[in-house]
């Protein structure tokens, strides 16, 4: 879809809605990926006994494993709402200087982290 | 959810869900490559052919489907993921297929930062008529379009390596 010719071509100044949104979307994968490097998940959940223990906590014996993926979510989550309500606060003249590229760039450079977090998987 | 049991099984309930999820994603993969190509070849006037048709859809009709199929897609796959973990995983690893556990962890990590990008995403297709736009939203819709596609195909792969009836 490109742009009606009649349309305004100009950025507009970025209201606060796409600055929060903006912020949010690049924050939650960066988040995301720190959450899982550092394993800062908000809690953990053992599926095997449906318990749920608060932060980081290893699988316990003859329970099964340990999920960490919803607490990454959770806590990438609130991360970002924070860093984006904060940066929808900014004043216009900055808000409008964010690089809206920064949303499909920032995912593909996290690509190579992901890989490699994975490393433990790539054995041959 | 315990009084759908009373009626059907547990492996018949999860495989149901599976099913449901997979259609969903289905859907959001065939919306999101229209209007990923849409965005990456611009019809051109006088071709009418299959190729021509499938691009020259309008991008904003798509856009709050695609982000409801997403979270939907979503959440179905994230609880059928507590039961994938235990059921599938587990005998996964004991047949050692570390690449295909690999491209399943990848899918769930690559799904998640899309979901983050939704918000904006919708935002900028809700405006679709702002030139300024115009290049953010192309590469975005790109960007979620071959993230759909590496975890259908992912998904798709585990599915086979393990199958129904979990």
């Not at chain 2, 993969?29 to 309008?58: D, E, K, Y």
């Not at chain 2, 059928?80 to 690999?102: D, M, N, S």
Request: net charge positive; hydrophobic share 55%; charged share 15%.
């Amino acid at each position: 879809m490109s742009a009606n010719p009649e349309t305004p071509s100009t950025t507009p100044a970025a209201s606060r809605f796409e600055t929060f949104a903006l912020v949010f979307g690049i924050a939650f994968g960066i988040l995301y990926v720190v959450c899982d490097l550092a394993a800062w998940p908000m809690f953990t959940y053992h599926p095997g006994t449906d318990r749920i223990d608060p932060g980081y906590a290893p699988a316990r014996r003859d329970e099964g494993p340990a999920m960490y993926w919803y607490g990454w979510l959770a806590s990438s989550a609130l991360g970002a709402s924070i860093l984006g309500a904060l940066a929808a606060l900014l004043p216009a003249k900055i808000r409008g200087k964010i690089p809206l590229s920064l949303a499909w760039m920032v995912p593909i450079a996290l690509l190579p982290v992901l890989l490699y977090s994975l490393k433990f998987y790539w054995r041959w | 959810m315990d009084f759908v049991l009373d009626y059907i099984s547990v492996n018949t309930f999860w495989t149901l869900l599976f099913i449901v999820h997979a259609l969903l994603a289905v859907a959001l993969l065939g919306a999101l490559t229209h209007q990923a190509a849409a965005v990456l070849a611009r019809p051109r006037a006088g071709v009418g052919g299959l190729v021509a048709r499938f691009r020259s859809v309008s991008g904003p009709v798509y856009v709050t489907a695609i982000c409801v199929l997403w979270v939907c897609t979503f959440v179905l796959g994230g609880w059928i993921y507590a039961k994938y973990r235990i059921y599938v995983r587990i005998p996964i690893e004991q047949e050692g297929l570390f690449k295909t556990l690999g491209a399943f962890e990848l899918k769930e990590h690559l799904a998640s930062i899309g979901l983050g990008l939704l918000p904006f995403y919708w935002h900028l297709w809700k405006n679709a008529r702002n030139a300024a736009y115009d290049s953010a939203r192309k590469w975005l819709t790109v960007v979620l379009a071959v993230i759909c596609w590496y975890a259908f195909l992912a998904g798709h792969v585990v599915n086979n390596v393990r199958g129904f009836g979990l």
